[in-house]
């Protein structure tokens, strides 16, 4: 058994929706309601009777850089320690042993980010991706607010679409996602690794 761990129910749609895409099966993916709550949901993990059984392979937790990948990271890796008393050393590898844990850091280059701006990142080559853009400087111009989240960028987008269903999960869920793209490759070749 594998099993990936994340924030919520929107983590969770993409990735169920990208391992379904390329073909990545047995994988269990839950979420642990949110990043303040990572640490509980780990430490209650080996109690579980599939981890006492011995029948869980691996596990990999991925969380959003938010403001500062160094930080998330270290939160994994706390987390990680504490509950299965085995110390990560880098972002995108697993430890050895059984079962194996591995991390994952979802942001941009430069250290920031959430998964919406990977989803952004993947829809940007679509065609109107530039009429977002226009709007949301057009928005800190007149406003002078430049502080828009990725949130609000990726709802903006998903209501220029025919489904205006607004939320990361629902555009996973519903194939608004090109998963092909290449900003997807990253977090692919981290989860094929389970």
């Known amino acids: ?37 990572l640490e509980r949901f780990l ?14 392979e691996s596990v990999a937790v991925i969380i959003d850089a938010e403001e500062e990948a160094a930080g998330s990271w270290q939160k994994i890796v706390n987390a990680v320690k504490q509950s299965f008393q085995i110390t990560l050393v880098k972002a995108g590898d697993f430890s050895t042993g059984s079962p194996k ?8 280059d430069g250290g920031k980010g959430m998964i919406e701006d ?3 990142e993947a829809v940007s080559e679509q065609p109107g991706y530039a009429c977002l853009l226009d709007y949301f400087k057009c928005l800190a111009e007149k406003t002078g607010r430049t502080d828009h989240l990725a949130k609000a960028r990726f709802r903006a987008w998903m209501a220029s679409q025919s489904d205006f269903d607004l939320r990361v999960g629902k555009a996973a869920e519903k194939g ?14 981290f989860l094929r690794k389970l």
């Open 176 to 189: 608004h996602l090109p998963w092909g793209n290449k900003a997807f490759d990253p977090l692919r070749a």
């Open 118 to 120: 990977l989803c952004l």
């Open 43 to 56: 430490s209650e993990m080996p109690k579980r009777p599939e981890f006492t059984r011995g029948e869980v």
């Open 101 to 108: 844990i591995g991390g994952y850091i979802v942001g941009r």
């Open 1 to 37: 058994m594998k099993i990936v761990v994340c924030e919520g129910q929107d983590d969770q749609a993409v990735i169920k929706g990208l391992c379904d895409f390329a073909g990545i099966a047995d994988i269990a993916v839950e979420h642990c309601a949110g990043r303040t709550n």
